[in-house]
């Protein structure tokens, strides 16, 4: 499980909504206790695809930002830092699909299952719908000991 509050999604699907038609993406700082991760702040950064796409063995296209995300490791490292010196944690990745629902690309067909590869047990990847430019359903998936992805609650805090 998951606990967010209405403020943290909010932050997601603003960021989710700007960056339409591309993919957004994002990390969330936070903390494990008990099975259950708890939201302290979400930090929207950049798609850095089309800029990184070599190295993940991608296609560097106008539509390929449309449909995948990568978080610059130089980015990745430096919030690492940030969240490491407020004794908290990376818990969770968040990205947008623009006009597909908010489920793994590989259950709609749209990424090959390699695409798990990139995947880390014990992250929550929360995926937010983006339709017509609008923010609409958001769900957390976690992956399980069989690098399946598998739906996660999400509690709504205050």
């Known amino acids: 499980m998951i606990k967010l509050s209405q403020k943290h999604l909010q932050t997601i699907r603003t960021h989710a909504e700007s960056t339409y038609p591309d ?9 494990v206790a008990n099975d259950r991760k708890t939201v302290v702040e979400v930090r929207p950064t950049e798609n850095a695809w089309n800029t990184e796409a070599a190295q993940f063995g991608g296609e560097r296209t ?33 990205h ?3 006009d597909h629902p908010a489920i793994p ?24 719908s983006v339709q017509n430019g609008k923010a609409g359903e958001l769900q957390s998936w976690s992956l399980d000991d069989h690098h399946q992805f598998q739906a996660e609650a999400i509690e709504n805090i205050k």
Request: charged share 25%; aromatic share 10%.
């Open 23 to 31: 993919e957004c993406c994002g990390l969330i700082l936070g903390y």
């Open 62 to 94: 106008t539509e390929s930002k449309r449909r995948q995300y990568a978080i610059a490791p130089q980015v990745m490292l430096k919030i690492q830092k940030e969240a490491r010196d407020r004794s908290l944690d990376i818990i969770s990745i968040f």
């Open 96 to 98: 947008s699909h623009p």
């Open 105 to 128: 690309s590989e259950c709609v067909g749209v990424a090959p299952r390699r695409h798990r590869l990139y995947a880390w047990q014990g992250y929550s990847y929360i995926i937010v």
